[in-house]
């Protein structure tokens, strides 16, 4: 049996998207039990040159919504990326999963060959479907939802791997 472009891509967008909400859940718990002030945690960086914790959820969800509709060939839903809060964050994270929950197997599968033309810092790139998915998607995804962990870990918050990896 042979890994369709869906399997490999909305199901692994849905888990990622589920354990980075989980992650975020405790650390706002760990903010409030510690007295830590949300908009404080949501800018934390890594290091100085590294986006913020906001930024860090922002991206991973652009991922997962921007790599579902490119790979179906439709144009992406597009966001303000306006949040400053968890709750506004978790709203984010429910959006990105209904939208791509709305994707059928056959807008997705046969995509390995699609020209997907994305523009990043001013220059267009381009990229068949399946390089698309493995060599630029599924590791900006796992980045940014490892950063937002990271963060949250070095801010303190009772993470472990499983958090990070769900349930099995």
Known sequence: MTLSMYQAS?????RALSN???????GEAHAQAKGIAPDVLLQTRL??????LVRQVQIATDMAKNGT???AGVEPLKFE????????LYARIERVVEYIKGFKPE???GSEARTVTIKTRGSDHQFE???YLLHFVLPNLFFHCTTTYAILRAAGAELGKSDFMGKM
């Not at 909305?10 to 849905?14: D, E, S």
């Not at 980075?20 to 405790?26: A, R």
């Open 107 to 109: 807008q997705v599968d």
């Open 10 to 14: 909305v199901p692994v967008f849905l």
């Open 81 to 88: 990326d306006t949040e400053t809060s968890f709750e506004q």
């Open 129 to 131: 479907g399946q390089a």
């Open 20 to 26: 980075l909400h989980h992650v975020l859940k405790k």
């Open 47 to 52: 290091i100085p040159d590294m986006h913020p």
């Open 69 to 71: 509709a490119r790979l």
